[in-house]
């Protein structure tokens, strides 16, 4: 599956503005993760786009603090005010970038729940988008 809702070019940053950020190329459209890991960091599904590493300025005021989550992956928040930032998979050319942390208008759009079968018992998903049991998805940038 491609994805037909990604956009060019965005800025966002944490709650206390000590991290912010920039994209300058595509982001992907939202994915709704409800693994157990990003439940319990977001405090609910964490919703989140997409970009290239090499589209992605950071520019942290000393404040940008990483949490190796597993083996593979590692998560950035704001140690300041604890925003939840991004998640970066070992070895893979994009990071995952929290949709709450952009600022608006974003041009974007949710476009699939995955890790369902981890998700809280305590909401339903009924918005008729696809839903995935584990990590697999399809929504990929434009080009790949």
Known sequence: MTDSGATAGATG??????????????????????????????GGFWNATAARKSDLTIRDRGALSWYESSA???????????????????????????????DKPTGLALAAHIFMAEAGDYYRVSDGLPSFPDGRHGVVFKDT
């Open 72 to 102: 593979h992956a590692r998560r950035g928040f704001c140690a300041t005010c604890g925003a939840s930032l991004f998640w970066q998979h070992d070895g893979r050319s994009y990071m995952a970038i929290a949709a709450a942390a952009l």
């Open 13 to 42: 940053g944490c709650l206390c503005a000590r991290v912010k950020f920039e994209v300058r190329g595509e982001l992907r459209s939202v994915i709704a993760c409800h693994c157990d890991e990003c439940r319990r960091w977001s």
